[in-house]
């Protein structure tokens, strides 16, 4: 099955910095790779995707980028702020749906103000 | 409408009682998850149902743990026979069938196995 690593587990970065997150997947058939956010005591939520298709897609201050040769995909946070403090999963799956979501182990992400 | 809805919220239980969680999908979704987050860590995947498909069961951790989907939308996940390693936040999502699309994920049902 899909095995999908994570790093770091935890980052801390001041205010306004750049913030990276990366993870690797073992499953060369997986294509749709997920970003989830996930704050204290609340329910994980998307907050960026990207297909193999593509190689990087960006929604404002978040980017992804994929890189299937080497089966590795990264979350970039541009100009951190101290709401962007959570845990941050990425995930892989096979787009035919036979197959669930694979998470990473997560990463802490704590902005200093 | 309503997102992912799971119930209990919370729920205490002794050591060696069954339980059982119930996910309430959204309407028209054919793929359901459940996954397991122990304290502070990450989201340990259960089993998967997608449409009429046989479901993925491969991710439960014993025999104790089992899942059913009826009619395509309600499911529930039974644990039997409780132990306290079993506490932890059972989260269901659901998604559209076959294509690279959002899972949204229920608020969880805290067990605490005492």
């Known amino acids: 099955g899909e095995n999908v690593e994570q790093h770091p587990s935890t980052l801390s970065v001041q205010e306004g910095d750049s913030a990276v997150i990366k993870c690797t997947y073992s499953?060369?058939?997986?294509?749709?790779f997920p970003w989830y956010k996930q704050e204290l005591g609340k329910r994980p939520q998307l907050i960026i995707d990207?297909?193999?298709?593509?190689g990087e897609k960006k929604d404002q201050r978040i980017a992804v980028t994929l890189n299937k040769t080497a089966k590795h995909f990264s979350l970039h946070i541009t100009e951190t702020q101290p709401e962007d403090s959570a845990v941050y999963f990425c995930a892989a799956s096979m787009g035919t749906g036979r197959r669930a979501l694979t998470f990473g182990s997560g990463t802490r992400l704590q902005v200093q103000p | 409408g309503a997102g992912v809805s799971q119930s209990p919220s919370n729920k205490v239980t002794e050591k060696g009682k069954d339980v059982e969680l119930r996910c309430d999908p959204i309407?028209?979704?054919?793929?359901l998850y459940w996954y397991r987050q122990s304290l502070g860590q990450g989201l340990e995947f259960l089993i998967y149902f997608q449409g009429n498909s046989a479901p993925d069961k491969s991710g439960l951790p014993s025999d104790r743990f089992s899942a059913e989907r009826t009619g395509g939308s309600v499911s529930t996940l039974t644990i039997q026979r409780t132990q306290q390693e079993d506490s932890a936040v059972y989260l269901c999502?659901?998604?559209?069938?076959?294509?690279?699309?959002?899972?949204?994920f229920g608020q969880g049902t805290r067990l605490t196995v005492v």
């Open positions: 990207i297909r193999s298709n593509v």
């Open positions: 499953d060369s058939a997986s294509n749709y």
């Open positions: 999502a659901s998604s559209w069938q076959g294509m690279n699309t959002e899972a949204f």
């Open positions: 309407s028209g979704h054919t793929a």
